[in-house]
């Protein structure tokens, strides 16, 4: 299994210190202990948890090199793809927005135990307000990509991205959401595709070329029940 890993982080140009593998096996041990009381993830099996979770939050590396970054990730759920990110890229500033106050009381829990620092924020992104503040602001499995945009778009500083992790449906989304993505002031970079054990995955890479509209973004229900496409 961790020869299996390294492989696929071979792929990416990466190899982890020991005390980074020791990291992923207190996280992975971590996982399945609170999600028996927590609803963190259907995928319980080891390998599949290093390949379909932390693996996969490192693919962000296809559309971004990492140093030194600040980085809003917008309903992280149980760490991904940020915290494996941070234990690769430990100069990383991260900052977690949830709603769900167990799975932040999990992420408080785990970063001690993985001795790592992250801002964790227990919230709605549409209520927080450091407009235009972040190099990078990403999102995984939250929610449409034209809903997603207005959520994440805003927070976004000029000349920063937003990066969308999606799925087999990311260039129906995409349509959905040009018109969103010009109202904020940002531009369509680029989708980076690849397959994951034959999964079909995709990289919605959006560029923030000018301030923050006032206005945005909306209230969830507005934005949910009336989203810009």
Known sequence: MVEKFDNLLNTLGLKLSQEQNQQFEIYYTLLLEWNKKVNLTSIVDKEDVYSK???D?????KAVKFDNQSIL??????????????????????????????????????????NIRI?????????QT???HFDIVTARAV?????????????VK?????????SSKADTELTQSIKVIEILNSKYVETIKFK???????????????LNPQGYPRKYNQIKNKPIV
Do not use: W
């Open 196 to 210: 994951l054990e034959a999964e079909q995955r995709a990289i919605i890479k959006v560029i923030k070329e000018d």
């Open 73 to 114: 990730d917008v309903g992280s759920g149980a760490g991904f793809p940020s915290i494996p990110l941070k234990i690769v890229f430990p100069e990383l500033n991260i900052k977690i927005v949830d709603s769900l106050k167990k799975r932040i009381d999990f992420l408080e829990h785990l970063a001690k135990k993985l």
């Open 158 to 166: 000029v000349n920063g991205y937003f990066l969308a992790m999606k």
């Open 130 to 132: 450091e407009f235009d």
């Open 143 to 155: 929610a449409s990509l034209p809903i997603l945009c207005e959520l994440c778009l805003p927070f």
């Open 53 to 55: 979770h932390f693996f």
């Open 57 to 61: 939050s490192l693919t962000l590396l």
């Open 119 to 127: 801002e964790l924020i227990h919230g709605r992104i549409e209520n």
